[in-house]
């Protein structure tokens, strides 16, 4: 499957600061999903978008599909603390015959009291 | 409460040898996938079961055969183990969709 370009790799940034992370593909993709993932656990759901243009919030997350279905960005405002892990973009290529998500490389968010 | 979980959580064992990772969801979704998660934390496709049926299949050396009891499970067996499938294995499962739901993983360390 194709690897998303997912940027930046990491960032380190102090409490109360507005993060902005964002995934790019050469295809077009159906939908776009972001997962957080703590050290030791699994990725869990923030935020699913199915449509082109559609921005959607969760709390201080809030997420768009790109109008050319090649890209999605992530914004979290005022991060705390437990904002802290690795964030990956995924998605679902138009062209794939299964469900399987293509993922980013995910970007690793630290913050510092 | 658990919504998708695996079993074991760590796994040591030495090359060559042949070992499962069971996965259960409780969400009643009809498909269930398997990923690996390299050292990077890559995470990568291997299969999708869909009411027992396989529809993904990402170039997984034979060696890695998944196998569904009912549509609640998805296990993995892995035979003749190599030090290169050291990584970290998701269950993960959806509802004829995209929105998957991820278990805790199996962190896999072969010797």
């Known amino acids: 499957g194709q690897q998303l370009n997912q940027s930046p790799q990491s960032m380190f940034i102090q409490e109360g600061e507005d993060v902005s992370m964002n995934c790019t593909s050469s295809?077009?993709?159906?939908?776009w999903l972001w997962y957080k993932q703590d050290p030791g656990e699994g990725p869990v759901l923030l935020i699913a978008l199915y449509k082109a243009g559609e921005l959607t919030s969760n709390g201080r997350l809030t997420a768009q599909f790109g109008i050319t279905r090649k890209d999605s960005f992530l914004n979290i405002s005022a991060s705390i603390p437990s904002d802290v892990g690795i964030y990956f973009c995924?998605?679902?290529?138009?062209?794939?015959?299964?469900?399987?998500?293509?993922f980013g490389k995910g970007t690793s968010l630290l913050v510092t009291p | 409460d658990t919504a998708v979980s695996q079993t074991p959580k760590y796994l040591v064992t030495q090359m060559g040898n042949d070992k499962s990772i069971k996965c259960e969801q409780n969400l009643g979704h009809d498909t269930m996938y398997w990923y690996k998660q390299d050292s990077k934390k890559f995470l990568k496709i291997m299969f999708s079961y869909n009411n027992k049926e396989l529809i993904i299949n990402e170039t997984v050396p034979n060696r890695f055969s998944p196998k569904s009891p009912d549509k609640a499970h998805l296990n993995l067996h892995i035979n003749s183990l190599e030090l290169g499938d050291s990584a970290v294995y998701f269950c993960?499962?959806?509802?004829?969709?995209?929105?998957?739901?991820f278990g805790p993983g199996t962190r896999l360390l072969v010797l």
């Open positions: 993960a499962s959806s509802q004829a969709g995209v929105t998957q739901y």
């Open positions: 995924a998605g679902q290529p138009r062209s794939n015959s299964g469900y399987a998500l293509n």
């Open positions: 295809s077009i993709f159906n939908t």
